[in-house]
């Protein structure tokens, strides 16, 4: 064997892996509470006719799109994706503009979020100003907010700013640690690994089955989308996006 195939023990991809289950198989414990609140609200948004709507700044915007038109996901997820707080157009100012105050209901202009609703707001560190201010404009407008954060992150980081935990009708803790990475990789405690995507999307589907289970068992049905190779697929799915394309822009 070549030495540009030569394998090692892979101890560092173990390591990862074995802290992020970690983290993932204790996330519910202890949480019980804010899990069933998040869930109880957004069963009684799907039972109004209402939807979820999912927004995130930087990384956090992917679990935006992580429920959008999902197979195995619910129809009545509506992500919230403004170029302006993401990454793809220009990461450096992205994450500049992802903290300055005043933004965060321009981001949120075409979504027409009202108290038949629940917003979740993603943000790992808690404090910068867009999602802040997107949970505060969220409950001003009479929708449920769901914060999805690391509390330990944003009570280090938080220097004086206002947190989202602070803001947000519940909060789920992601568990995960201050500046995000698991994995020490050199001897001056350089750390990498983010885990916040991860644990995030483990908790937003978390719910969405939760929900799913729960609308099935009262009613029945549930607004599932099938994968689009499944049999029946087609049918099932053009009819979810005629019965929400009317809130969600994106479809």
Same mark, same amino acid.
């Given at each position: 064997?070549?030495?540009?195939?030569?394998?090692?023990?892979?101890?560092?991809?173990?390591?990862?892996?074995?802290?992020?289950?970690?983290?993932?198989?204790?996330?519910?414990?202890?949480?019980?509470?804010?899990?069933?609140?998040?869930?109880?609200?957004?069963?009684?948004?799907?039972?109004?006719?209402?939807?979820?709507?999912?927004?995130?700044?930087?990384?956090?915007?992917?679990?935006?799109?992580?429920?959008?038109?999902?197979?195995?996901?619910?129809?009545?997820?509506?992500?919230?994706?403004?170029?302006?707080?993401?990454?793809?157009?220009?990461?450096?100012?992205?994450?500049?503009?992802?903290?300055?105050?005043?933004?965060?209901?321009?981001?949120?202009?075409?979504?027409?979020?009202?108290?038949?609703?629940?917003? @979740?707001?993603? $943000?790992?560190?808690?404090?910068? =100003?867009?999602?802040?201010? /997107? #949970?505060?404009?969220? *409950?001003? %407008?009479?929708?449920?907010?769901?914060?999805?954060?690391?509390?330990?992150?944003?009570?280090?980081?938080?220097?004086?700013?206002?947190?989202?935990?602070?803001?947000?009708?519940?909060?789920?803790?992601?568990?995960?640690?201050?500046?995000?990475?698991?994995?020490?990789?050199?001897?001056?405690?350089?750390?990498?690994?983010?885990?916040?995507?991860?644990?995030?999307?483990?908790?937003?589907?978390?719910?969405?089955?939760?929900?799913?289970?729960?609308?099935?068992?009262?009613?029945?049905?549930?607004? @599932?989308?099938? $994968?689009?190779?499944?049999?029946? =697929?087609?049918?099932?799915? /053009? #009819?979810?996006?005629? *019965?929400? %394309?009317?809130?969600?822009?994106?479809?």
């Amino acid at each position: 064997m070549s030495d540009d195939h030569k394998t090692t023990d892979l101890g560092a991809a173990k390591a990862y892996v074995g802290e992020a289950v970690k983290i993932l198989s204790n996330l519910i414990s202890g949480q019980e509470a804010a899990f069933s609140e998040a869930v109880e609200a957004i069963v009684q948004s799907a039972r109004s006719g209402g939807v979820v709507y999912l927004f995130g700044t930087g990384h956090s915007h992917m679990l935006a799109e992580e429920g959008h038109y999902r197979a195995g996901g619910l129809a009545c997820v509506v992500p919230i994706l403004r170029s302006v707080v993401m990454l793809h157009e220009g990461a450096v100012a992205g994450t500049a503009l992802e903290r300055l105050p005043g933004l965060a209901e321009k981001v949120l202009a075409g979504y027409d979020i009202g108290p038949e609703d629940v917003l @979740v707001v993603f $943000s790992n560190s808690g404090v910068n =100003a867009v999602p802040v201010e /997107a #949970a505060e404009a969220g *409950r001003a %407008r009479g929708a449920k907010v769901i914060a999805v954060t690391s509390e330990t992150y944003s009570r280090m980081a938080a220097n004086g700013r206002k947190r989202l935990a602070e803001v947000a009708d519940i909060v789920i803790d992601n568990r995960g640690p201050a500046g995000d990475a698991l994995c020490a990789v050199a001897p001056d405690g350089l750390k990498a690994g983010p885990i916040s995507t991860i644990v995030g999307a483990a908790i937003l589907n978390a719910l969405l089955v939760e929900v799913a289970t729960r609308l099935i068992a009262e009613t029945g049905q549930a607004p @599932v989308y099938v $994968s689009a190779n499944m049999p029946g =697929a087609a049918e099932r799915n /053009a #009819a979810l996006v005629a *019965r929400y %394309r009317k809130k969600n822009p994106h479809l």
